[in-house]
């Protein structure tokens, strides 16, 4: 079964800083897609970035960026220049490519503080 | 820019009681899906629904849970008997595709349900 982790439950950044959310998670496929989603306080899951597992090019989505390490089965998010808009629980999603097998596995996120 | 809508926004029933959770998903979007998150715990998946019949569900989506699409808007999820143990914040989800780059789900605002 595929499990994802994020050992990160709380963490905090001054306005402007970078900071890195790491996921890493287990699967014994090959090919599968990773997600990041932002749930800001009291709205809903947006997407923030996704990865293809056979693309080797990093994810980049302006100030968001990805670090997938697929050997190492990791991946973390970088928030460069963060905002005060960017304080949300950050979720990793993992979900692979078999016809049929579309559910997301979410990891137990990471509830970034943006401080000003 | 189209959303996922869910009513309503918070529930509160007692043990035993029949509840209906309603949710309008993007309207060219073809794959639906539910998801809950206890408090606390990560969110994790209970099924999908394609083509007017369920595509995959998990564990969780015992027989006191059913889905349906009434209409051609609405995606419900029904919870028959609840028990204290489905108090939960329910996410409903919609993609286009599960494959070729339109398989991004986009997620609800959530329905908290409290079962007393």
């Known amino acids: 079964a595929q499990t994802v982790t994020q050992s990160q439950p709380e963490m905090s950044v001054q306005e402007a800083e970078t900071v890195t959310l790491s996921c890493t998670y287990d699967?014994?496929?090959?090919?599968?897609?990773l997600f990041w989603y932002k749930q800001p306080p009291s709205r809903q899951m947006i997407l923030v970035i996704r990865?293809?597992?056979?693309?080797?090019q990093n994810a980049t989505e302006n100030r968001f960026s990805v670090n997938f390490q697929k050997a190492a089965k990791s991946f973390s998010l970088k928030i460069s220049d963060s905002q005060l808009g960017d304080t949300a629980m950050y979720f990793c999603?993992?979900?692979?490519?078999?016809?049929?097998?579309?559910?997301?596995?979410f990891g137990t996120g990471t509830r970034l503080t943006v401080i000003p | 820019e189209p959303e996922v809508t869910q009513t309503p926004s918070h529930q509160v029933t007692q043990m035993g009681q029949e509840v209906i959770l309603r949710c309008v998903p993007i309207s060219n979007h073809l794959y639906f899906y539910w998801y809950r998150q206890i408090l606390g715990q990560k969110v994790e998946f209970l099924v999908s629904?394609?083509?007017?019949?369920?595509?995959?569900k998990s564990e969780i989506f015992d027989d006191q849970f059913s889905v349906e699409r009434p209409d051609g808007s609405n995606f419900t999820l029904k919870i028959r008997s609840t028990k204290l143990e489905d108090s939960a914040m329910y996410f409903c989800?919609?993609?286009?595709?599960?494959?070729?780059?339109?398989?991004?789900?986009?997620f609800g605002p959530g329905t908290r349900l409290l079962v007393l």
């Open positions: 999603a993992f979900r692979d490519e078999q016809t049929g097998a579309n559910n997301l596995f």
């Open positions: 989800a919609s993609s286009e595709a599960i494959a070729g780059g339109q398989e991004t789900q986009y």
């Open positions: 990865q293809e597992a056979y693309k080797q």
């Open positions: 629904f394609y083509n007017n019949e369920i595509s995959e």
């Open positions: 699967t014994s496929e090959s090919n599968y897609y």
